[in-house]
């Protein structure tokens, strides 16, 4: 390696190193925030440092998130497939006429007209070839539509349609429960599972009793980040003190000065491709 390349290398260690020293002072420097002065600026906490760990899992939750959704949606197609080919096979074998019901999805209609088509071939399930083919359409079009990029951007929209003063709340109950290392993530998990994920599952598949938010590792991918940053928080600072640890802080740290952030701006939630 020659030194500019060497150089380099350091340069972009520093610089890493720099990111992450400097994410957690942006956290130490408000919860040493007495609770009073972090609700008045709640937006600021929000929108600063809160928003950069969100930043982060939206950043890691989107492939688990595309790879979840891309296999029950392909397991539905396949399903709905196989339940048209049966109705189809059914009407074949009465000598009826093919009547594929329009109400019905597309991927059920393709199947009525192939089971309508071959009877003997639907026998509870259907024949390797042509199920691999049925797959292989399934995730041709699920590639299509939604991406990981898709999913972020859907992810970032319905996050930022979530309202700073509940995210504060949620956050400082939880903080008061389990500490601040540990408050964080609970109150993060909570806000992703139960009010982002519902809207974004639904405007991306359509489907309101998608149910995969079990299959996907939400509670590790959200646990790992926030340990990640408030793993480095002084042990004496996790409790929530309603007087905050300013004091402490100070002397330690030098004088604190809440930086003002631009706020966002909101996004509408409902179209997210």
């Known amino acids: 390696m020659n030194r500019a390349a060497h150089q380099m290398m350091i340069?972009?260690?520093?610089g890493r190193y720099n990111q992450r020293q400097a994410g957690v002072q942006d956290w130490l420097q408000w919860i040493v925030q007495p609770v009073d002065v972090i609700w008045k600026h709640h937006k600021e906490f929000v929108y600063g440092p809160i928003d950069d760990?969100?930043?982060?899992?939206?950043?890691?939750?989107a492939p688990a998130l595309v790879k979840a959704i891309g296999e029950q949606e392909v397991e539905d197609d396949v399903d709905?497939?196989?339940?048209?080919?049966?109705?189809?096979?059914?009407?074949?074998?009465?000598?009826?006429f093919a009547d594929s019901n329009p109400r019905e999805t597309e991927d059920w209609q393709e199947g009525y007209q192939w089971g309508f088509a071959n009877p003997s071939l639907v026998r509870g399930d259907l024949p390797p070839n042509v199920r691999r083919q049925?797959?292989?359409?399934?995730?041709?079009?699920?590639?299509?539509?939604?991406?990981?990029?898709?999913?972020?951007r859907a992810l970032s929209k319905a996050w930022s349609?979530?309202?700073?003063?509940?995210?504060?709340k949620a956050i400082m109950v939880a903080v008061k429960k389990h500490g601040w290392k540990l408050g964080v993530g609970f109150a993060l998990f909570e806000i992703v599972?139960?009010?982002?994920?519902?809207?974004?599952?639904?405007s991306l598949t359509g489907h309101e009793e998608l149910a995969i938010?079990?299959?996907i590792p939400i509670g590790e991918i959200i646990y790992a980040i926030i340990f990640r940053i408030m793993g480095r928080v002084p042990s004496e600072l996790n409790k929530l003190e309603a007087d905050g640890h300013l004091d402490w802080y100070e002397h330690k740290y030098g004088p604190v000065?809440?930086?003002?952030r631009r706020e966002r701006i909101y996004a509408p939630v409902g179209i997210y491709a």
């Open 80 to 96: 709905e497939f196989l339940d048209g080919a049966t109705q189809g096979k059914w009407d074949a074998n009465k000598g009826n």
């Open 213 to 215: 938010t079990g299959t």
């Open 257 to 260: 000065r809440i930086a003002m």
């Open 53 to 61: 760990a969100m930043d982060a899992i939206i950043k890691d939750l």
């Open 134 to 152: 049925v797959v292989e359409d399934a995730v041709k079009d699920y590639r299509k539509r939604i991406t990981e990029e898709v999913l972020k």
């Open 161 to 168: 349609a979530v309202s700073p003063a509940h995210t504060l």
């Open 193 to 202: 599972e139960h009010m982002i994920l519902p809207i974004v599952l639904v």
């Open 11 to 14: 340069q972009r260690v520093a």
